[in-house]
Structure formats: structure tokens, C-alpha cells
């Protein structure tokens, strides 16, 4: 039995795929027979403003649609800066991070009006707060699959990979080749494949 309820955390910034990627989570753990709450929390979505999604996997107990803070087990970043902002209010030691390891630049440092820190600085104080953290090229690998929108499935992979959940990867690609258009699937299973890989072979 896994320790319930499991608490996820989708970060990211409006266009990404965001309340998607929770979408074919939530999807897939109903499936497996598991019950699931969610609720998203969203500031400027349209204009590439911060967008959080939560899902949280239970067996027994209700539970709420928000993640309490400090008690997320799972933080998905679709983008660093946002991962590690999130990981202040939801994380604690023994949160696992699975991060974007590209960043999405706010307009203010497009303009010149404000600075981004540097990524390697961001993935340091990540991983000093945190025991478990994967930071992952899914921009570069959903491109691999077709297209870089896909990387919101490459990140979904990432999850399946970590072995965290309570069911099998194949819940997952099941619920992909229902919610995508024919046309579609094809490249999103191959994007979330790639994301599994990338973790898997790191877990094992």
C-alpha cells in the first residue's frame, strides 16, 4: 500500500500544457481505481502568467482538491524559476522535484527591465532543499517526438517514471490514446515515452 494521499504539484507558466499534463494524470489514476481530487490556481494564464495545477491520489480517505502547504510529494515544473517558487510554499525535505530544465522568460526580462537568475543557481538551491530532484530537457525531447508543445507529456512520463505512483505506465499511455485526436497520439506517446525513459533509467 502507498502512503496516501499523494500529493502532486503542476507548476508552470500559461501556454505549457499545464492543467493538460494533470488532466491525463488524474485520468489515469481514476482508471487504475484510484479516487482523485484536483483544483488549479492561475495568475495572467493567457499572457504567459504563473498557472498551478494540483492532483492528489487517495484510496481511502477524501481529501480537498489544494495541496497543503509543505506537504507536497510531487513538484512538476514546466519551468525552473516556477519550480523553485512553489517548492518554497509546497515542498519539505522529502518532496521529489521533477523540473524543465528550460527556462520561459517573463516579459520583464524579455524588455530588459528585469533579471533572470541562472539556471545553474536555480537547479543548486533545488537540490539543496530537496532529497530526490530530476531536471529534465522535456523541450528538447518533445521536439525529438515531433513538436516542443509536447513537453508537457514528456513531463508526465518523467512521473511515471519515478515509480512514485501506485500503477503502471500503461494507465497512462491508455488515457493519452483516449483524450488526443488520432492525429495526435502517436507524438504524445512518444514524448511521454521519451520522459519515462529519461527518469526511469535514472531510478534504476
Known amino acids: 500500500m502507498f502512503q496516501e494521499p499523494i500529493n502532486i504539484v503542476i507548476t508552470g507558466v500559461g501556454g505549457q500544457g499545464n492543467v493538460l499534463a494533470a488532466q491525463v494524470i488524474a485520468v489515469s ?104 530532484s530530476f531536471f529534465i530537457p522535456a523541450t528538447e525531447l518533445a521536439g525529438q517526438a515531433g513538436t516542443p508543445l509536447a513537453a508537457n507529456m514528456v513531463m508526465t512520463g518523467c512521473l511515471a517514471g519515478t515509480g512514485l505512483m501506485p500503477f503502471g505506465k500503461e494507465f497512462f499511455r491508455s488515457t493519452i490514446d483516449k483524450l488526443f485526436p488520432n492525429n495526435l497520439k502517436e507524438l504524445n506517446l512518444k514524448a511521454f515515452e521519451l520522459g519515462f525513459d529519461q527518469v526511469f533509467q535514472q531510478v534504476v
Request: glycine share 12%; aromatic share 8%; proline share 7%.
Open 29 to 132: 489514476a481514476v482508471e487504475a481505481g484510484y479516487l482523485v481530487s484536483s483544483g488549479e490556481t492561475s495568475g495572467l494564464a493567457q499572457r504567459g502568467g504563473p498557472v498551478m495545477t494540483h492532483v492528489r491520489v487517495f484510496c481511502r480517505q477524501n481529501y480537498g482538491p489544494l495541496v497543503p502547504h509543505g506537504r507536497a510529494t510531487v513538484v512538476i515544473g514546466f519551468e525552473p524559476l516556477e519550480t523553485m517558487r512553489v517548492l518554497f510554499d509546497y515542498g519539505n525535505r522529502g518532496t521529489v522535484v521533477i523540473s524543465n530544465d528550460r527556462p520561459s522568460y517573463p516579459l520583464g526580462c524579455l524588455q530588459c527591465e528585469d533579471s533572470y537568475p541562472e539556471v545553474s543557481l536555480i537547479k543548486d538551491g533545488i537540490k539543496n532543499m530537496v532529497q530526490q
